[in-house]
């Protein structure tokens, strides 16, 4: 008996009686005739009909096909084989006529990507492909192979049903969640699932201020920037990062995990010291500074240093020991000068306010009433 079938798209898949027998028996409810138990004689006769023409060879779907039409008429079922006929060309066409849009950015760097919104895209057009569904789900969903056929198979008849000429690539790949998702498979869906914001959410960023980080003043347009950053980040965090008991937690609001959408290390230490030893080499800077020899230079390498770090640390940038480390600097200036440079110090610290989202820095300076003893 046949084991096995070739499909179109060129895959191996295993024979199934059933199938030939339902398709038989569609075509003869839309003939008028109702009796199952003639769909499966018909369907009997079709597989004797297999066995002796394909004895060596894996028949093609189409092959099985044309064997279902000699049979009906062989067996007087003319009315019952129009139908199937007609069936088999109107599916045919449509896969056929059916084109699939595919937006196109020729990005080659992350540059590009970045610049998605504004480059102008391209549509590549291409024929109607049920394989390419079944591709995506093994490679992306991790489904099984039979698995994901029968969801390509349910998706390809929804959109053959709506008779479309054209359709997208987004469309196509909703249909696929919405079929993932009806079936049980919510876990694969999520992995399909498109990180995006909807409209109406990001309406609202810009009419009002996230009250999430305190440091960032009001509203602007590099907070809204940051905050749409941080929606898409914290997504793929939940889902793809975290495990499902902690993500659900913090969805639920049990728990809450600062800072989610900042994939980097929270707070810092930093040494004053190997600034004033090194002066100012950043590879994030095109340009380097010798150690600083006056109290006003090191304070300026100093902001630009952290103003340089905030990009890698969601948290707290500390310096310890920071009037320990200025003191060489200070010998033998007068009170009011050495008051000025302190007051310059904390102001321009703390008026730093051109971070990430237009917020203020996040310092922590460690002042001592002494010498620790692990310094002397």
Known sequence: MTQTIKKREGQ???????KITEAIFAA??????????????????????????????IPQVEEVQDIVEEVLIREGMVKVAKAYILYRDRRSRIRESLKVRK???????????SLLVSTPTSENIFHWDRNKIVQALVKEAELPLNISTKIA????????????????????????????????????WRKQKIIGIPAFDLKQLFLSKSKENSNIGNNNPEAINLTIAENTIKQYMLQEVFSKEISNAHL????????????????SGHSLEFLKKYGLEL???????????????????????LASMQAYYAGALGIGYLNIMYAPFLVNLPFKEIKQEAQYL???????????????????????????????
């Open 12 to 18: 191996l898949v295993e024979f199934d009686k059933k």
């Open 28 to 57: 003869m409810l839309a003939a008028g005739e109702k009796n199952k138990t003639i769909s499966e004689k018909v369907a009997e006769q079709v597989i004797i009909k297999l066995e002796k023409r394909f004895k060596d060879k």
């Open 103 to 113: 937006k196109v950015e020729n990005h080659e760097s992350t540059t590009d990507l």
């Open 153 to 188: 198979k349910a998706v390809e008849k929804k959109i053959v049903d709506l008779g479309l000429s054209e359709i997208s690539t987004s469309l196509i790949r909703e249909l696929v969640d919405n079929e993932l998702f009806t079936r049980g498979y919510e876990h694969k």
């Open 252 to 267: 639920k609001g049990w728990i809450h995990i600062h800072d989610l959408g900042y994939p980097r290390i929270y707070c």
């Open 283 to 305: 590879e994030n800077l095109d340009t380097s500074s010798a150690p600083a020899r006056h109290t006003r230079t090191l304070t300026g390498h100093l902001n630009t240093f």
């Open 346 to 376: 904390i102001f321009s610290g703390s008026q730093n306010a051109f971070s990430r989202g237009g917020q203020s820095l996040f310092l922590d300076f460690n002042v001592h009433l002494g010498i620790p003893h692990y310094l002397r």
